[in-house]
């Protein structure tokens, strides 16, 4: 799990990427889980960032524990998309959704707007 810290208008943001949360017999990768999935649960903001270009899959799903997002990012959206914003408002029904283009800066200051 990476963490870092970012200001972001009057607020600092404590980021903390935990891609990868799945079960595994790696006993190593079961600590890294099991700490992402305390952070998760700890967070006031929880954010799942999507591939835009990529069908929502599983482990997606999964991957908050049972912890729904506050935030969905649909990411790459340069790219044709496969997963529409109703989509994923259909999957997760409670979050609010932005597409972004970080290449191209589009969506970023509504993300912002939001997370401050």
């Given amino acids: 799990m990476l963490t870092d810290t970012v200001p972001l208008g ?7 990427d935990t891609a990868g ?10 600590i890294g889980v099991e700490r992402a999935r305390k ?5 006031d903001v929880r954010v799942l960032v999507l591939d835009g270009s990529s069908a929502i899959e599983e482990e997606d799903r999964e ?11 649909l990411s790459k959206g340069d790219l044709p998309a ?3 914003s109703d989509d ?5 029904s ?3 959704i932005i597409s972004v283009c970080a290449p191209r800066g ?11």
Avoid: M, N, Y
Avoid at 64 to 73: F, Q, R
């Fill in 82 to 84: 496969i997963v529409s």
């Fill in 39 to 43: 952070a998760l649960d700890e967070a």
């Fill in 21 to 30: 949360l799945r079960e595994s017999d790696d006993p190593v990768e079961r």
């Fill in 10 to 16: 009057r607020v600092t943001l404590r980021l903390s």
């Fill in 106 to 116: 589009e969506g970023l200051d509504q993300l912002r707007k939001l997370l401050v």
């Fill in 63 to 73: 991957a908050l524990c049972g912890l729904a997002p506050h935030v969905v990012v």
């Fill in 88 to 92: 994923a408002a259909s999957e997760f």
């Fill in 94 to 96: 409670e979050a609010q």
